[in-house]
């Protein structure tokens, strides 16, 4: 291994004295500068790039391309091998197409929802988690920093991330679980950042012939949705706030659905409020429990309503928070 | 060191200087970089002193206005105006790699190895009991993830697809490329069409990045 | 002296096509532009792209510059309208959803509070901002006076000689030495192994 840099056995040494004399304010704050330059690199940059994706002892390639052209959002994540899915966003349509399954699921939304808002790390975020940059390191000829995210209690997962010193684009990610192990990883292969990128990479390259075609209607107005109840939570783990709500429809229903957000910060969690409805010929119901990678679904049955909690938190924590979710008559 | 020259530097840069000793001394400004380093430390002893909190006191930022300056046609249009000086770009203290600058019109290129060895490839690796200390500048150990335990999945359908475009609206942006991307993957795909049972028993590997 | 000769004497050859003269420019003025930008965007990284994209529109539009103002006064006005541009057109909180008020507060107030600045800036700037510290509270009392006259009260020399009780020469010598004394350190710091330009790919 070559011999680190001057520049990174300075900086390693003084990262060491701040550790051991106890983390000065002037530290803290640093890390979570990172989280925040890496997630305006996510949502503004273009970049197309290649990746692998680890979970559950399954490694897959992908391609994302992610373009941000006069405050329009478009990206095409495509499975490169196995699966052939592929997820595009163009303006205020979101695709998925399944080959897997010879279906496409459509969702409109309309222009105000094509704009994507994600939580923001608080000072409450920070009591839940321990951010710190514990290094950097040279990840294939790319100067990076590496940022923990540190969970403090079962209900949260943690993450390594691997930043790019120059351009803030996170080259490596590892999930992390309470106890430090990876549960899922994501390294990119090759990346670029284009400064144009043409309306042709974001087409499919599925075959829909032959496909069912499954898209929303236009959502209600949100007085009727989840009927004439507002539905929240009882009760939330530590650190959870609800953040928002808002009223669509989901492709292939006509059912409006209350779509609640809650989020510590970091990690959300959506729960989806829908009538009860029976199952259709052909389609197996969303089961109790589910996994996504290392994201987890809970569904459960309440007054004659379906509520299902989604998000990138062990099962637990989707379980407790779906059935919490409760309605107060109007 | 000429101190008569550095006199007027400090005297030029406070604004303090006779007119005609600014033409000559922009003059040699413009093109001696030990001088223009030290119009740039002024700089900084002055951001020092006025202890400007949460400005860095020394942003990559001269550096990338230069690169781009650099590109764009001079401004008079003279053919001695092209006068692109080769070293320019040194002069500054280069902190960040100096490849990039914002708003430039080039293609930025990161081709990387393709990373660490699959996990089944690392079961004849020796087991060494892991850390996840990473020693800052000494090379990076990473664990190896290593599978779950062991649980039955039931089948996620078209519906999945729904509350997973759904919350990919509203969460991190580290988040929702993990959701996306596992959505994709054949691991999902399959899942779709069969359960999937105990595995074989979890380890935990460690191994290095040269 | 007339007001503005040393900017004017670099515009005017930038104007002329050195640009080596602009770099002396934003040299000279990025902290302050950088400062004034985080009064629009609270994130530091973002008010360096910001100021960045001022420089440049700025160098593009130095042809229509004719000194009918200070240079810096013109580049400031330049800098505020791109920052205000910029904060316009990324500002996207998702309207359907009703945001968590307090929140949103905690964070406002935690960014100020906070010195948000990257690891690498923070590693140098830390060691930039001590190494003027003691070099400063080394130098002989009429040195320091001097400087910090010049660069924290914004005195000219005129003003600095009338506090010092001194000719205006001396300031100038004073203030010039201080900065070679300060520079001396200064310039370890930059040049030696954490200075020197990396190889990157």
């Given at each position: 291994m070559s011999r680190p840099t001057f520049r990174n056995e300075h900086f390693a040494a003084l990262a060491l004295a701040w550790t051991a004399t106890g983390v000065a304010p002037a530290e803290e704050q640093a890390p979570t500068h990172w989280l925040e330059r890496m997630n305006q690199a996510l949502t503004t940059r273009n970049y197309d790039g290649t990746f692998s994706h680890w979970h559950g002892g399954h490694v897959e390639m992908l391609r994302i391309i992610h373009r941000v052209q006069d405050g329009t959002v478009s990206e095409r994540l495509a499975s490169l091998d196995g699966s052939g899915r592929e997820f595009v966003r163009t303006g205020a349509s979101l695709s998925c197409y399944l080959p897997d399954k010879r279906t496409v699921v459509v969702e409109q939304r309309p222009p105000e929802k094509s704009l994507v808002g994600f939580p923001a790390v608080t000072d409450q975020t920070a009591s839940f988690y321990d951010i710190r940059e514990i290094g950097r390191t040279r990840l294939n000829r790319r100067d990076t920093h590496i940022i923990t995210v540190s969970p403090k209690d079962e209900y949260r997962y943690g993450y390594r991330l691997w930043i790019d010193d120059s351009t803030a684009m996170p080259l490596k990610t590892q999930l992390c679980d309470t106890h430090g192990h990876v549960i899922e990883q994501i390294v990119f292969a090759s990346l670029t950042l284009p400064s144009r990128i043409p309306d042709s990479a974001f087409r499919t390259e599925v075959s829909t012939e032959g496909f069912q075609w499954l898209r929303n209607e236009t959502p209600p107005p949100p007085a009727q949705a989840g009927g004439a109840m507002a539905w929240s939570a009882m009760r939330l783990p530590p650190g959870f706030k609800m953040t928002g709500r808002s009223a669509q429809t989901l492709p292939g229903s006509t059912d409006p659905v209350d779509h609640l957000v809650f989020t510590d910060g970091l990690a959300s969690v959506s729960v989806f409020v829908e009538p009860q409805r029976a199952a259709k010929a052909g389609e197996s119901p969303v089961a109790e429990t589910a996994e996504v990678g290392s994201s987890s679904a809970f569904s459960t049955v309440v007054d004659g309503h379906k509520i299902t909690a989604v998000g990138e938190v062990p099962p637990d924590t989707v379980r407790f928070i779906a059935t919490q979710v409760k309605a107060h008559g109007k | 060191m000429n101190e008569e020259l550095d006199s007027q530097l400090s005297a030029m840069f406070d604004d303090e200087l006779a007119p005609e000793q600014c033409e000559l001394l922009a003059r040699r400004l413009s093109r001696d970089e030990q001088l223009k380093s030290r119009w740039g430390r002024y700089a900084v002893i002055g951001a020092a002193i006025r202890s400007e909190r949460g400005v860095s006191l020394n942003p990559p930022l001269a550096g990338r206005v230069s690169a781009v300056i650099l590109t764009?046609?001079?401004?008079?249009?003279?053919?001695?105006?092209?006068?692109?000086?080769?070293?320019?770009?040194?002069?500054w203290q280069p902190i960040a790699g100096a490849a990039m600058a914002a708003g430039v019109a080039a293609v930025s290129v990161l081709w990387l190895r393709a990373q660490g060895p699959l996990p089944g490839a690392t079961l004849s690796a020796q087991r060494t009991a892991h850390t996840d200390a990473i020693a800052p500048g000494q090379g990076l150990s990473y664990v190896v993830p290593r599978a779950p335990a062991a649980r039955a999945v039931l089948v996620p359908s078209t519906t999945l697809a729904n509350y997973v475009v759904a919350h990919s609206m509203v969460s991190s942006p580290v988040a929702r490329r993990n959701l996306l991307s596992a959505f994709m993957t054949s691991e999902s795909a399959n899942a779709a069409s069969e359960s999937i049972t105990a595995a074989e028993e979890p380890h935990d590997v460690q191994a290095n990045i040269p | 002296m007339s007001a503005d000769a040393s900017d004017l004497s670099l515009v005017h050859r930038v104007q002329r096509g050195?640009?080596?003269a602009f770099d002396a420019l934003v040299l000279k003025y990025q902290h302050k532009l950088v400062k004034l930008v985080m009064r629009y965007v609270r994130n530091p990284a973002e008010a360096e792209d910001i100021a960045q994209e001022a420089f440049i529109k700025a160098y593009r539009a130095l042809p229509q510059f004719?000194?009918?103002?200070a240079f810096y006064t013109w580049l400031y006005r330049i800098a505020i309208n791109t920052a205000k541009n910029a904060v316009v057109s990324r500002d996207r909180s998702p309207i359907e959803y009703e945001l968590d008020r307090s929140n949103e507060e905690s964070y406002d107030m935690q960014s100020r509070m906070k010195?948000?600045?990257t690891p690498e800036g923070l590693v140098l700037t830390d060691e930039i901002r001590s190494t003027v510290n003691a070099a400063i509270d080394a130098l002989p009392e009429d040195l320091r006076t001097a400087i910090v006259l010049r660069e924290l009260e914004g005195l000219s020399y005129e003003e600095i000689a009338a506090a010092m009780a001194c000719p205006v020469g001396t300031v100038r010598s004073r203030i010039f030495r201080a900065r070679e004394a300060i520079d001396r350190r200064l310039r370890q710091v930059f040049e030696g192994g954490l200075g020197r330009a990396e190889e990157i790919g």
């Open positions: - | 764009e046609p001079a401004l008079s249009g003279s053919a001695a105006a092209q006068g692109v000086r080769r070293a320019a770009l040194r002069w | 050195d640009k080596g004719r000194g009918d103002s010195d948000a600045e």
